[in-house]
Nanobody
């Protein structure tokens, strides 16, 4: 069993930066992949970024060069550094953690609003 708690969301102007954090607890050793999805109003949930147990980083094309995902120092979660934010980045951001070959655990979400 894994529990996830996101934080760091908020309101930021276009071009600004925000850093999201996700803290995992419970059976953290079972986690193979951690990352972030986001969901904008009226849209489907979209994958954003992941980091695997081996440290492999992956990003969706729309955030490459702007967002950076990193592991927590204690391996209890992940961070998402978001730079050069655009209005299109406005969404609820969800942290997830998944055992290998199994469905993910989800956090409660944190709102990111980018205003012009």
């Amino acid at each position: 069993q894994v529990q996830l708690v996101e934080s760091g969301g908020g309101l930021v102007q276009v071009g600004g930066s925000l850093r999201l954090s996700c803290v995992a607890s419970g059976d953290i050793l079972s986690i193979y992949i951690m990352g972030w999805y986001r969901q904008a109003p009226g849209k489907q949930r979209e994958w954003v970024a992941t980091v695997s147990r081996g440290g492999t980083l992956s990003y969706t094309d729309s955030v490459k060069g702007r967002f950076v995902i990193s592991e927590d120092n204690a391996k209890k979660g992940v961070h998402l550094q978001m730079n050069s934010l655009k209005p299109e980045d406005t969404a609820v951001y969800y942290c997830y953690a998944a055992p290998r070959g199994r469905g993910p655990h989800w956090g409660q979400g944190t709102q990111v609003t980018v205003s012009s």
